[in-house]
């Protein structure tokens, strides 16, 4: 027999859980060595071709490298199962990595070509009589805080009484259609609802080329009132059942204990909601090209006339640059940063109102 | 003798205000029924018109319609090809690998990306991303030009189908994320702790409990990222360089337009018959993707808790 018994002199105790494992700084020192080799690889490379550092590149391929090197090394010393573990981990985070890509690039391309012509000209001026240098957006701004404040005020009573209906009231195949459609609604592509604006508005007057501000709350209302509908059942549905059957107890009529205690509990996630849906319409461009068109001058009437709004300002000054084409792009950076500001600030005032004002539910 | 259950007074004040939530309620319905029948309206006179009054004067009004019909779906199903592996490595990154404090604050960040306007997408995608590029692409044709799907010329600009698709796709990644992170967040805990304690790796715990609890969930979140990115405007009229083609090659000047692209590009300019003809694409576009949204929203209600719009 040439079995014989194991020889557990040479290995020593083995404990199971430890052995075999890479050692918790391996993945770093990978990551840290696989960069290197490729910086220095990219740097040879430069230096007998020429040309600036590609610095994209060489973090491209010092990060497959890692992740192959990181792979074979966990599969020889820990098996295969840990070394997919651990390609997968890897590959996770770098997903979440290159997600923040664009956004960083974004944020600093908007920041470093929008503050050129962030200057008090750019909010005190109109585009009246401009052809090349000086010019500004106010009349954009006007309209675009004219129009997104007419289609708030169309919405949120709208948005406010369906959630309502459906919280409250709504029971059966009316309510369940309600809640399917407002959903569906939510995909509508913005330049839809634009174009239905626009089919509606030139039908009932009979203008073949319709171009007023009011058809754009429209369109925007169309595109914000689902989400109102949404966020604000989420808030209704929230609110605990027993304040309601207090109030019921008390003998307050149905419609008083909406108004009075139901509301009141859910206004902060209301307002958050409300405030986020009009973050979202605030910035949309294609309805608004279509129904409000583009101007270069002042226009406070909703109900005549071509209405400028931002987003479109950005869209026109990019797209019919005059002869002196850096300024133009220069104002639509510009105003790219407003727009970016505005909605960031809108989120931020969000999310501040959901923090504090919220009712706090937990004991 | 039976006593009558007292009924609560009717109060007109009541009535009023049910009445009030009711109406709106039914007003959404109208509303999503007009946008259907006013753009019907508006198309009947392009669909019955001569065909060669169009633009381009092609044959029919389908041959008018077929390229864009077909830029719009190969574009958003490009995006939808970049996008869907990461948006669902971010969701599982921000679900299940991220330290427990930090996680929210990363679904923030993420939701940031969803709040940029598509305006200003597309100034980055035209002077950034496009700029960015060409080298690369450059570089595809000259090696790969022998790929149908990189067949040269190649564009000078950058401005092809590609960048057009990687813009698309930064778009909705916010969109499938959120989705899918809210699903795999609802995954049963002990399913995920039963499948730890039978020694699987984290890998294997998701690819047992959490991803099959969530299969539907992410079918249809790549769904509604989808019906976003056949939607979207701004970004092609402003990236794309459009031609009436239909041709599946990533990197030529000369791209297969987009319905919505197409009309934000034309309809300041348009005038007679040549405005019903874009209404008419819109209806189109309309009715794919209220298709597409319809079948993505059956599928999750389904499980009821959760929903895109929050």
Do not use: C
């Not at chain 1, 690039?105 to 920041?111: A, G, R």
């Not at chain 2, 009711?22 to 109208?30: E, K, Q």
């Not at chain 2, 039963?194 to 690819?207: F, H, K, P, V």
């Amino acid at each position: 027999m040439t079995t014989t018994a194991p020889a557990p002199a040479t290995t020593g105790i083995t404990n199971t859980l430890t052995a075999s494992r890479l050692p918790k700084w391996a993945p770093w020192a990978i990551l840290a060595g696989s960069w290197a080799v490729a910086g220095g690889v990219f740097a040879i490379v430069m230096l007998s071709a020429g040309g600036g550092y590609p610095i994209v590149g060489a973090v491209v391929f010092g990060t497959v490298l890692f992740n192959i090197m990181l792979f074979v090394l966990s599969y020889l010393v820990e098996g295969g199962r840990q070394a997919r573990n651990r390609l997968v981990t890897s590959l996770v985070v770098t997903a979440f990595l290159i997600a923040l890509i664009p956004l960083l690039s974004l944020v600093w391309t908007v920041l470093g070509n929008g503050i050129a012509r962030f200057d008090p000209a750019f909010f005190s001026q109109s585009m009246r009589n401009v052809v090349g240098e000086g010019g500004g957006a106010l009349h954009a701004i006007t309209g675009t805080l004219l129009i997104t404040g007419m289609a708030t005020l169309i919405s949120v009573p709208v948005g406010l009484l369906t959630a309502i209906y459906l919280v409250e009231y709504g029971q059966g195949p009316l309510a369940r259609a309600i809640t399917f459609f407002v959903d569906v609604m939510t995909g509508i592509p913005s330049i839809v609802a634009g174009l239905f604006a626009f089919a509606f508005f030139s039908l009932i007057t009979g203008d073949p080329g319709i171009r007023f501000g009011f058809g754009g709350a429209v369109a925007l209302s169309l595109l914000m009132t689902p989400v109102v509908v949404r966020s604000s059942e989420e808030m209704l549905k929230i609110v605990p059942n027993e304040l309601r059957e207090a109030a019921y107890a008390l003998g307050v009529p149905k419609w008083l204990t909406i108004l009075k205690v139901v509301i009141p509990t859910s206004i902060a996630g209301i307002t958050t909601g409300v405030t986020l849906a009009i973050a979202r319409v605030i910035g949309e461009t294609a309805p608004l090209l279509i129904v409000a068109g583009f101007t270069a001058s002042m226009n406070y009437d909703l109900f005549n006339d071509r209405m400028m709004t931002l987003p479109v300002f950005v869209y026109t000054q990019y797209s019919t640059p005059g002869t002196d084409v850096q300024t133009y792009l220069d104002r639509a950076w510009a105003a790219a940063l407003t727009l970016v500001l505005i909605v960031m600030a809108l989120n931020l005032f969000a999310r501040l109102i959901a923090r504090f004002f919220s009712p706090k539910l937990g004991r | 003798m039976t006593t009558a259950i007292p009924r609560a007074k009717v109060r007109p004040a009541d009535r009023i205000f049910s009445g009030s939530t009711l109406f709106a309620g039914v007003l959404i319905l109208v509303a999503l029924a007009a946008v259907a029948l006013f753009l019907i309206v508006q198309s009947i006179p392009a669909l019955v018109a001569d065909p060669a009054e169009l633009e381009g004067s092609p044959t029919s009004f389908w041959a008018y319609v077929a390229p864009l019909a077909f830029g719009t779906v190969w574009a958003a199903a490009l995006a939808l090809l970049f996008a869907f592996p990461l948006s669902i490595g971010i969701a599982l990154f921000i679900s299940h690998y991220a330290p427990r404090r930090i996680a929210q604050g990363l679904g923030y960040i993420i939701d940031l990306l969803a709040a940029v306007p598509s305006v200003v997408f597309g100034l980055w995608g035209i002077k950034v991303l496009a700029p960015f590029l060409t080298p690369f692409y450059d570089w595809l044709v000259s090696n790969f030009g022998w790929f149908p799907l990189f067949a040269p010329p190649v564009s000078g600009t950058g401005r092809t189908v590609l960048t057009v698709a990687v813009v698309l796709a930064v778009m909705i990644i916010p969109i499938i994320t959120a989705l899918s992170r809210e699903i795999f967040l609802q995954t049963p805990r002990l399913h995920e702790e039963a499948a730890l304690a039978l020694g699987a790796t984290r890998l294997e715990m998701i690819q047992i409990a959490v991803l099959p609890f969530g299969r539907a969930g992410i079918i249809s979140a790549a769904m509604l990222g989808l019906g976003r990115a056949l939607g979207e405007t701004m970004v092609v009229a402003m990236v794309l360089s459009p031609a009436v083609v239909i041709s599946f090659v990533l990197t030529s000047s000369t791209n297969p337009s987009t319905i919505a692209g197409n009309i934000a590009l034309k309809f300041p300019d348009a005038y007679g018959v040549g405005v019903n003809a874009l209404v008419a694409t819109g209806l189109i576009l309309f009715i794919i993707t209220l298709v597409i949204n319809s079948i993505a929203r059956f599928i999750v209600n389904r499980r009821k808790a959760f929903s895109g719009a929050n």
